[in-house]
């Protein structure tokens, strides 16, 4: 099993900046892909940014130029700096990862989330 452990969220005005961690730990080898999703009240939960092992990042659009990812491979911990925080960023942000294991040979990939964190920005 895979836990991933959020924190960094909280209320924050409009314009604000918010840095999200999220640290992996449990049974696995690799980590091939971690990232950060969102779900506001009433939508479907949405990709934020992802990054892979080799740190290439995908962004959303809406996301693109205030809001960074990156990722620490040896604490197996990725973050989230977001800045020129807008209300329509309220939303539980939730970290993945995609994560391999070798037993003789490699496995999966497994898919596991954390258990989300809350994020406001007040107008």
């Known amino acids: 099993q895979v836990q991933l452990v959020e924190s960094g969220g909280g209320l924050v005005q409009v314009g604000g900046s918010l840095r999200l961690s999220c640290a992996a730990s449990g049974n696995f080898n690799s980590i091939e892909v971690m990232g950060w999703y969102r779900q506001a009240p009433g939508k479907q939960r949405e990709l934020v940014a992802t990054?892979?092992?080799?740190?290439?990042?995908v962004y959303a659009d809406s996301v693109k130029g205030r809001f960074t990812i990156s990722r620490d491979n040896i604490m197996n911990t990725v973050y989230l700096e977001m800045n020129s925080l807008k209300p329509e960023d309220t939303a539980v942000y939730y970290c993945?990862?995609?994560?391999?294991?070798?037993?003789?040979?490699?496995?999966?990939?497994?898919?596991?989330w954390g258990q989300g964190t809350q994020v406001t920005v007040s107008s």
């Open positions: 990054i892979t092992s080799g740190v290439k990042t």
């Open positions: 993945n990862a995609l994560v391999q294991r070798y037993a003789g040979t490699w496995l999966g990939p497994y898919n596991y």
